[in-house]
């Protein structure tokens, strides 16, 4: 007893001189690398550049990094050894109460995005307006990272071009409201069966492409849709944009001041609040129909030949799925709601323009997807709230400023903090937020698995 004590001793005393080690490298990095970037700041004055040292900022950076280093090492890191016994059992337990959970979770936070404007407003009177716009802006997302989940984590295609198919949508609302007098709910539809045709279109050259190929070629498509909507002026005006985008209307009703608006037909008061509130529950409405047709998709044939095409393409071939087709249905559906999505990004802003979709959006929605857990709903709402209004928060640091003085400027740190919160988050959940699969077909008892029993985003 003795003897294994010692050596449980001796084993964590390591751990703990090879934590301390690598934490204090970590530090010594950043410290020589952010000297400037961070410990100095250059201003232009009349005599020349004015240099001011911000050591209280640095030694902050330094040290925030070497505690997170050494708990990562100490606590997060160490869970890769095995576990076993009565460890193995609570963790067992740990897992079919976190599946509990979720399922509370998910109902809880449909049940709060119900009343979400109102309770901005009755709590919030006075920037009820900035967080329901903020809510929309959030929930748009979760519709287009769950309509990506569809191509990348049930099929197990890599497409870094989705932010095309979002385009589409949001151009074509545009220009048939433009020429044609299309108000948004005759366009809606229009919308998504154009941008499921241009999926359709990219699926056919990736049918025999995988991984990195499919990666490239996607990633073209995007640029080459937004070149185009960028230089074809006459057809899409260019970089100056498509403005005058109509509002959608309640059965007819606008939402404006007057007679015959919204408010004068129901008699009450005016105010706009009205019309955001009104599109929260629009893009809420279309949110859940997308969850609703992709979870049952997921149960049909097509859904159990995407799963099956993730997992392995030659064996889903072998089994007499033609994966043209798969490949194609992936594709066209995940474009469908990304063009939903696109004509709701259009009727919401009144303008949009081709800098609206550039690379940076497909990375973000990926991001979500990715973030959340490949082909977990949930955590595609869960990556949303914390990426989109995480971005939004960041914004708003101004109580820095009494930390660290009136000369440091947190807008230019937010994506930094950002990107570093990301890098953490994967460091410790890898997989996602959201680890645990539930298997769409079962033999005898359907029960929940870890994402650590099967191979990285697999194991629906």
């Known amino acids: 007893?003795?003897?294994?004590?010692?050596?449980?001793?001796?084993?964590?005393?390591?751990?703990?001189?090879?934590?301390?080690?690598d934490a204090f490298i970590a530090a010594l990095l950043v410290f020589t690398l952010g000297f400037f970037f961070l410990g100095v700041r250059s201003d232009i004055a009349p005599g020349g550049l004015a240099l001011t040292y911000r050591w209280g900022l640095l030694f902050t950076a330094v040290a925030i990094v070497f505690g997170g280093r050494l708990l990562l090492n100490l606590f997060v890191f160490k869970t890769a050894t095995p576990v076993t016994g009565k460890l193995g059992d609570l963790a067992a337990n740990a897992g079919d109460s976190m599946a509990?959970?979720?399922?509370?979770?998910?109902?809880?936070?449909?049940?709060?995005?119900?009343?979400?404007?109102?309770?901005?407003?009755?709590?919030?009177?006075?920037?009820?307006?900035?967080?329901?716009?903020?809510?929309?802006?959030?929930?748009?997302?979760?519709?287009?990272g769950w309509g990506l989940n569809i191509v990348v984590g049930l099929a197990g295609l890599l497409d870094l071009g989705y932010v095309a198919f979002y385009a589409v949508g949001a151009y074509s609302f545009a220009l048939l409201a433009q020429n044609f007098g299309f108000g948004f709910w005759m366009a809606l539809p229009l919308a998504g069966i154009l941008a499921a045709f241009w999926g359709v279109i990219?699926?056919?050259?990736?049918?025999?492409?995988r991984g990195d190929y499919l990666a490239i070629v996607t990633l073209a498509f995007g640029e080459i849709i937004r070149?185009?909507?960028?230089?074809?002026?006459e057809f899409t005006?260019?970089?100056?944009?498509i403005s005058g985008i109509p509002r959608p209307t309640f059965f007819g009703l606008e939402f404006s001041r007057g007679e015959g608006g919204f408010a004068d037909f129901f008699g009450i008061p005016y105010d706009s609040i009205h019309r955001f509130i009104y599109l929260y529950y629009i893009i809420f409405i279309l949110a859940i129909i997308t969850n609703i047709v992709t979870m049952r998709l997921r149960r049909l044939p097509v859904g159990r030949a995407w799963e099956a095409l993730r997992e392995d393409e030659i064996a889903c071939r072998s089994l007499g799925i033609n994966t043209t087709n798969t490949k194609l249905t992936a594709f066209?559906?995940?474009?469908?709601?990304?063009?939903?999505?696109?004509?709701?990004?259009?009727?919401?802003?009144?303008?949009?323009?081709?800098?609206?979709?550039?690379?940076?959006?497909s990375a973000i929605i990926l991001a979500i997807v990715v973030l959340g857990g490949l082909g977990s709903q949930i955590g595609v709402v869960i990556a949303s709230i914390v990426m989109i209004g995480g971005i939004e928060?960041?914004?708003?640091?101004?109580?820095?400023?009494?930390?660290?003085?009136?000369?440091?400027?947190?807008?230019?740190?937010?994506?930094?903090?950002?990107?570093?919160?990301?890098?953490?988050?994967?460091?410790?959940?890898?997989?996602?937020?959201?680890?645990?699969?539930?298997?769409?077909?079962?033999?005898?008892?359907?029960?929940?698995?870890?994402?650590?029993?099967?191979?990285?985003?697999?194991?629906?």
């Open 1 to 21: 007893m003795a003897t294994g004590t010692t050596t449980t001793a001796s084993r964590d005393a390591n751990r703990l001189n090879d934590s301390l080690r």
């Open 332 to 361: 066209s559906i995940g474009a469908m709601f990304g063009g939903f999505a696109g004509s709701f990004f259009a009727t919401r802003q009144g303008f949009i323009s081709p800098e609206s979709f550039t690379f940076l959006e």
């Open 100 to 144: 509990g959970v979720g399922k509370w979770l998910t109902r809880a936070l449909f049940a709060f995005a119900i009343v979400l404007p109102f309770f901005f407003t009755y709590f919030f009177p006075g920037k009820d307006r900035q967080y329901i716009d903020l809510a929309i802006l959030i929930m748009t997302y979760i519709m287009l």
């Open 393 to 460: 928060m960041l914004r708003n640091l101004g109580f820095l400023q009494e930390i660290f003085g009136p000369t440091f400027d947190p807008t230019q740190y937010r994506m930094l903090i950002f990107g570093l919160a990301m890098v953490l988050i994967m460091v410790w959940r890898p997989r996602g937020l959201i680890t645990t699969r539930e298997p769409t077909a079962v033999l005898k008892q359907k029960k929940r698995i870890g994402a650590d029993m099967v191979a990285q985003g697999e194991g629906h």
């Open 237 to 241: 005006n260019g970089p100056d944009g």
């Open 202 to 209: 990219l699926g056919f050259p990736v049918l025999r492409l």
């Open 227 to 233: 070149v185009v909507l960028l230089n074809w002026y």
